[in-house]
Nanobody
Framework: QVQLVESGGGSGQPGGSLRLSCVVS????????MGWYRQAPGEQRELVAQ???????MYADSVKGRFTISTDNAKNTVFLQMNALIPEDTAVYYC???????????WGKGTLVTVSS
């Protein structure tokens, strides 16, 4: 059974940093595209960053240069390092695993990130 469990959310100050982690169980980590999405209050869920099994990454324009997605294959864990936080980064962040060829998606339950002074 596939499970994605996020951790690392919480409160941060503008200009500060937070790191999110997502532990993936089930034999998908080396095949699926791993990503982070977020959903702010009243907004649609949006892609923040993703990494293919080959290591290719893409980022939303709003986080380029500030956020970094990475993986620890030995620990089946994907990270999102968030630097230079701004209040607009406030959202629930969701870990996602997407099959590269067929419409199969797995989601974590989300972790709340709040950026305020």
């Amino acid at each position: 059974q596939v499970q994605l469990v996020e951790s690392g959310g919480g409160s941060g100050q503008p200009g500060g940093s937070l790191r999110l982690s997502c532990v993936v169980s089930g034999n998908i980590f080396k095949t699926y595209v791993m990503g982070w999405y977020r959903q702010a209050p009243g907004e649609q869920r949006e892609l923040v960053a993703q990494m293919s099994s080959g290591g290719n990454t893409m980022y939303a324009d709003s986080v380029k240069g500030r956020f970094t997605i990475s993986t620890d294959n030995a620990k089946n864990t994907v990270f999102l390092q968030m630097n230079a936080l701004i209040p607009e980064d406030t959202a629930v962040y969701y870990c996602n695993a997407k099959h590269p060829y067929v419409a199969i998606n797995y989601w974590g339950k989300g972790t709340l990130v709040t950026v305020s002074s």
